[in-house]
Nanobody, 118 residues
Framework: QVQVVQSGGGLVQPGGSLTLSCAASGTNLDIGNMAWFRQAPGKQRDLVGIITRDGRTNYGDFVKGRFTISRDNAKNTMYLQMNSLKPEDTAVYYC????????????WGQGTQVTVSS
């Protein structure tokens, strides 16, 4: 019913920047919170940050002001702007989309690799 497609990602040098996008599509979309997660090999999936429908954000402590989440509700799209990237930011980044009122509305993007290396 719902498709979540991510774009962006790739290889970037330490200190560089990268922007990811996540677009949801489908019929009768009623999207509430959206979030970014990341997972490195052998480690648990961590919350990067979450953004509410009205644009309020909350971030994981490791972000330290380097990342910014935004969204365009008209396009059902969320973005993750990453600055001052560090090697420890290397992970697969996943987009998560939740319904505004339906707790069963929960979809994931396909994931995109972000590699920070010189």
């Amino acid at each position: 019913q719902v498709q979540v497609v991510q774009s962006g990602g790739g290889l970037v040098q330490p200190g560089g920047s990268l922007t990811l996008s996540c677009a949801a599509s489908g019929t009768n979309l009623d999207i509430g919170n959206m979030a970014w997660f990341r997972q490195a090999p052998g480690k648990q999936r961590d919350l990067v940050g979450i953004i509410t429908r009205d644009g309020r954000t909350n971030y994981g402590d490791f972000v330290k002001g380097r990342f910014t989440i935004s969204r365009d509700n008209a396009k059902n799209t969320m973005y993750l702007q990453m600055n001052s990237l560090k090697p420890e930011d290397t992970a697969v980044y996943y987009c998560n989309v939740n319904g505004r009122t339906d707790s069963n509305f929960n979809y994931w993007g396909q994931g995109t690799q972000v590699t920070v290396s010189s």
